[in-house]
């Protein structure tokens, strides 16, 4: 039979296989494919009992999520799954890869599970603003107990297959086996409960929800609460689970079926799916073929162990990629490679990390004063000071040492790619690797091209950010490249709202109400004050705020003060030297009316409006500007940037789907607007202008990338 799902007869033992590469999603024609199949089945009488598995690297990983936002076509995946259940012969699921979402949804229609051992099962729909929609809620707590299975859908993280196995989901699993072996040792396991007199069905299995205390779901709620940030799927995963508990099974399907379309209904679910796609799309480099191979990086280096560089050390070889790092003295050396003993001992003491793990990464870890060690890297990553002429020197130093094919990078924050790369041989093969700090935690790596970087180098560059569980998007040489030059804005305009009348515990509130994980004052103590302040002072003597308005003289006063944050103890705010809790500080509020007084200001009242339409209309605004230049390879990843890299909430999309979502033409007023009352510190924009006029989106425009500028 053709098409995405096959039969055969193994001996008395039918075997059904999806094959919908990559990841056996459950497009209409798979879901047709599986019922027909199933008849197929249950119509040879030689088959005794069905087996269903996915070919290639994995089960079946859920929904075909390109089909949401469609009409649903038949036939329904409810209605495949209650046909597996109702099956008059055994169905066996074999397990592997990554059974996720709708494809757990299917192995538990199936009376019985197998699986690999190295399987992850999981319900991960929460991630996407939805919840399990077909039986996953009241199939996994009969399976399991509510409590697994609350922590498990609201989460939306998977288990491995030993847990699976120990709380009821599989019966079997079978050490690391290939695909081949794990479906003989199904067949033998058909075999075996063949003999069985009944087959259960997940559905008719009551005894893990019997006598279950309500207090369960109320902790539930308790526990998620503070993670929300205005997001109502969660909630909605608690009460279609607490369904399982409450109603039976018929009512609890349709409870959940109800809570399923508000869910998928929802703007929420929209943006989520919104930021899963655009993390994949980032991977596509324009005038890249895909097949085009990319370069091995077995063996990485690293020249700096401070902050950022053991950052980086430490997610490479998370990932087990070997790391040589080198400092000048043994005494930088012994200092940066304590901090990074320190950081994964406090990950062990959590139970977040084996000791054996531990003990495994360090051994990749190997501190040097030798840089010959970087005749043998296939990537250089500098992370020393941020001073342009410190780099040359060092990047001179690299070429003259780097083999043929190396990838030379910089970790830099903002400083010319190009400059950088002029200091070697190799322009071609110089690049940019922004990591966020603490780099071992943040998601987001900006990959920054130089004029004349090779694609090849950001495709390669792409692939590493995959593997070492970093989320990559493509940024131009500008200033600030993208994620700070945008931010740059929106902080500007939170310093010319505090000193126009706002407070920074209004604009913060503001923010963080709306569903920035931290507001902009908040973050800038997180991040060090000093460190715009280092950036502010540069600016300065390059005459950059010439013609500008400066906006950061309350900021410049604290610094002056020391109050560099909450490595300080204060800031913007004053911090609890226990909890780090931030409070407000009355010393902060008579620096910026001295401001105000110095600068003739009369503070007036500021609306939450105004100080939202500002701050991302900043962010909108600097965002379409780089677009329009053509440093960004499209929208979508300025929205990745912002989502992976500032706490800007992923079920809100990002800036860029937020004008979309407004639309253009609304958000183009308003900007104008603000220029009219501040033209100095509202840049124009022609794609905004443009988009209004003709009423486009943002999501349609494509950058001319075909030759990056050099930096102006
Ligand atoms: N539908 C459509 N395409 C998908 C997909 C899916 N579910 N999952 C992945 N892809 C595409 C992805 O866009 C990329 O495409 C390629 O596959 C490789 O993905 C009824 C309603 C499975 C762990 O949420 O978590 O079931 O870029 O780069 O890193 O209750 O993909 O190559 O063109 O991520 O190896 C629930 C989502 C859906 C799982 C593999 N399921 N996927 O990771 O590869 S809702 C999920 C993942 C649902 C039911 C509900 C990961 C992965 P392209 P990749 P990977």
Redesign the pocket.
Known sequence: MSGPVTYELRENIGIITVNNP??N??SQAVRAGLSECLKEALNDSSAEAVIVTGGG??FM??????E?GKPTMDPD?NSVIFEYEDSNKPTIAALH??P????L?VSMGCQYRVANSKTLLG???V??G?????G?TQRLPRLVGPELALEMITSGNPIPAEKAMEEGLVSEIYNNVSHEELIDNAIIFAKKILTNNTHPKSRERTEKISNISPDIFDNAIKKITPRLRGRKGPLRCIEAVRGAVDLNFEEGIKNERDL?KLCHDSDESEALIHS??SE??A??IPGMDKDTPLRPINKAVVIGCGTMGGGIAMSFVNSGIPVSIIETTSEFLDKGMNIIKNNYAATVSKGRLSQKNMDKRMSLLTPTLDWDVIKEADIVIEAVFEEMEIKKEIFTKIDNLAKEGAILASNTSTLDIDEIADATNRPEEVVGTHFFSPANVMKLLEIVRGSRTKLDILATLMSLA?KIKKVGIIAGNCDGFVGNRMFHQYVMQAHLLVEEGATPEQVDSVAENWGWAMGPFAVNDLAGNDVGWLIRKRHKAENYYEGKKYASDVADRLCELGRFGQKAGKGFYKYDPKTRKRESDPEVHKIIEDVRREKGVNPREISDDEILSRLHGALINEGTRILEEGHAFRASDIDVCYVNGYGFAAHRGGPMWQADKIGVNKVAKEINNHRNADNLSWPESKLINQLEESNGKLSEFIPDTSNPSKRS
């Open positions: 990559p990841v999603a459950l690297r994995t990983a859920g929904a075909d999520i390109s949401f995946l890869g990554t996720l979402g709708g494809g949804e319900l991960p729909e991630k996407l939805l919840l399990p929609g077909a996953g399923f899963f796609f994949r799309m991977n596509k995959k």
